[in-house]
T-cell receptor
Framework: DVKVTQSSRYLVKRTGEKVFLECVQDMDHENMFWYRQDPGLGLRLIYFSYDVKMKEKGDIPEGYSVSREKKERFSLILESASTNQTSMYLC???????????????FGPGTRLTVT | AQKITQTQPGMFVQEKEAVTLDCTYDTSDQSYGLFWYKQPSSGEMIFLIYQGSYDEQNATEGRYSLNFQKARKSANLVISASQLGDSAMYFCAMRGFNFNKFYFGSGTKLNVKP
């Protein structure tokens, strides 16, 4: 089974702190994604990566950066956390080489971040 | 532009009845995929069902079926014989030609009443 893990389920940080959210997948997937989920807005893509050291901006990259130094690990960084970044953050991965043709995304359990 | 629309923020259904969750999409891609995910209160996203744009038959997975109407650009999820464990958020999503990116709707919260 594909497993995507995230470093924390719940996180509380102060405004202005630098925050790292870590995501690890164990299926050798090329693609990894970071989303934030807010009520009424669904999931919005922050950044994604299709290879080590490669990244592309999603729909809402402002205030975030990412790092992918190893294939299995994709980190989301909030350089200076703000209260409007309080949200649920979901990591996902997928593969071009999927045996199923749908290239579905596999999700981690999510990190609920509160910035006070 | 790619867009997914779910117009039902919340729905109630009686246990053992069938329920349809609506999803419409907008894309100019000829090849695309449509997905439904379930998100229980615990937060994890569970893949339910997939429909490819060139699939002629509607997808089915156990109690889940996808009512795909390509001309109307709709991909409604039908859950038959609802169970209490079906209470969750349900998200419709689309993968376009650029299969790196998924587009998600705003979700429908389903409550199954005993």
């Amino acid at each position: 089974d594909v497993k995507v893990t995230q470093s924390s389920r719940y996180l509380v940080k102060r405004t202005g702190e630098k925050v790292f959210l870590e995501c690890v997948q164990d299926m050798d997937h090329e693609n990894m994604f970071w989303y934030r989920q807010d009520p009424g807005l669904g999931l919005r893509l922050i950044y994604f990566s299709y290879d080590v050291k490669m990244k592309e901006k999603g729909d809402i990259p402002e205030g975030y950066s990412v790092s992918r130094e190893k294939k299995e690990r994709f980190s989301l960084i909030l350089e200076s956390a703000s209260t409007n970044q309080t949200s649920m953050y979901l990591c996902a991965s997928s593969s071009y080489r999927a045996r199923r043709v749908n290239y579905e995304q596999y999700f981690g359990p999510g990190t609920r971040l509160t910035v006070t | 532009a790619q867009k997914i629309t779910q117009t039902q923020p919340g729905m109630f259904v009686q246990e053992k009845e069938a329920v349809t969750l609506d999803c419409t999409y907008d894309t100019s891609d000829q090849s695309y995929g449509l997905f439904w995910y379930k998100q229980p209160s615990s937060g994890e996203m569970i893949f339910l069902i997939y429909q490819g744009s060139y699939d002629e038959q509607n997808a089915t997975e156990g109690r889940y079926s996808l009512n795909f109407q390509k001309a109307r650009k709709s991909a409604n999820l039908v859950i038959s014989a609802s169970q209490l464990g079906d209470s969750a958020m349900y998200f419709c999503a689309m993968r376009g030609f650029n299969f790196n990116k998924f587009y998600f709707g705003s979700g429908t919260k389903l409550n199954v009443k005993p």
